[in-house]
């Protein structure tokens, strides 16, 4: 949840902060020549996309996961558990948002004066770590804490409208939002046991996301440079229930994350 609030705040405070900084950009830019005066008058162009990433969850929990007691069948053989012997609490799961990279390509079609279609099909590559903290039952200091760690490897197909102010000489402020389509292509497949069961959540592989962001331009004299802070809220539960440990104190799962992209269209 922190993370989200803190994700939501910088976009915002991105998009509040336009009015004020424009003047400015004015200001310092007034005596200066224009740049690619004609540039956004074409009917659609091209460019690429570069971004860090910070991949995160959304974790719906069960009312009573905490009072739940977990059998030692819901346990399998793994190295993170193979000292657990006895019937379970977990006390808390937690996600703990990591860095990861987003490359792609740009593609704007003109809708008119200030609004933009844009499709920028990108790979974003990244790990979500998942935290919990367990009690074993009968055993002395049996509060333990440890990581599961879900790499994901994402093939995006972001289809976003672009809202762009009057452009002041070589510099203009914009808010993008839309929808993404999602495929994540790292498999799960090294972490089966001979029982078919994964050692870890089991998440789809599909999901839809919405995305809101803000950003600005710069008209370079040979293309334009823009930088980016978009969040992007999974609108999918991804989580498939194995009936194990690592699922049956959760309801759904659902993927988050904060990019800070530079664009060179």
Do not use: C, W
Request: hydrophobic share 40%.
């Amino acid at each position: 949840m922190k993370f989200i609030l803190k994700s939501i705040k910088t976009v915002v405070l991105l998009t509040v902060m336009m009015p004020f900084v424009i003047p400015q950009s004015v200001v310092a830019q007034q005596d200066k020549p224009q740049n690619l005066r004609l540039y956004d008058n074409q009917p659609y162009h091209f460019g690429f996309i570069i971004g860090l990433n910070q991949m995160s969850y959304s974790i719906n929990t069960k009312e009573s996961f905490q009072t739940t007691l977990h059998e030692t069948d819901e346990f399998i053989a793994d190295g993170d558990y193979s000292l657990v012997s006895n019937p379970t609490y977990v006390r808390s799961i937690n996600p703990v948002p990591n860095y990861g990279f987003t490359v792609g390509v740009v593609g704007n079609l003109r809708l008119g004066k200030y609004f933009d279609l844009r499709l920028i099909p990108s790979l974003s590559f990244g790990s979500r770590v998942i935290h919990y903290d367990i009690v074993e039952t009968n055993v002395d200091n049996g509060h333990q804490g440890f990581n599961k760690s879900i790499f994901s490897a994402f093939v995006e197909f972001p289809l976003l409208v672009k809202y762009k102010s009057k452009r002041y000489n070589n510099f203009a402020a914009y808010v993008i939002g839309g929808g993404n389509f999602k495929i994540d292509l790292a498999s799960q497949k090294k972490e089966k046991t001979e029982d078919g069961y994964i050692k870890n959540i089991r998440v789809n592989r599909g999901d839809i996301a919405a995305e809101i962001g803000a950003g600005v331009d710069f008209y370079t004299g040979y293309f334009k440079f823009g930088i980016e802070a978009k969040m992007s809220f999974g609108l999918l539960n991804i989580m498939n229930p194995q009936g194990l440990f690592y699922d049956t104190s959760i309801n759904s799962i659902q993927n988050r994350m904060f990019q800070i992209s530079f664009t060179f269209e």
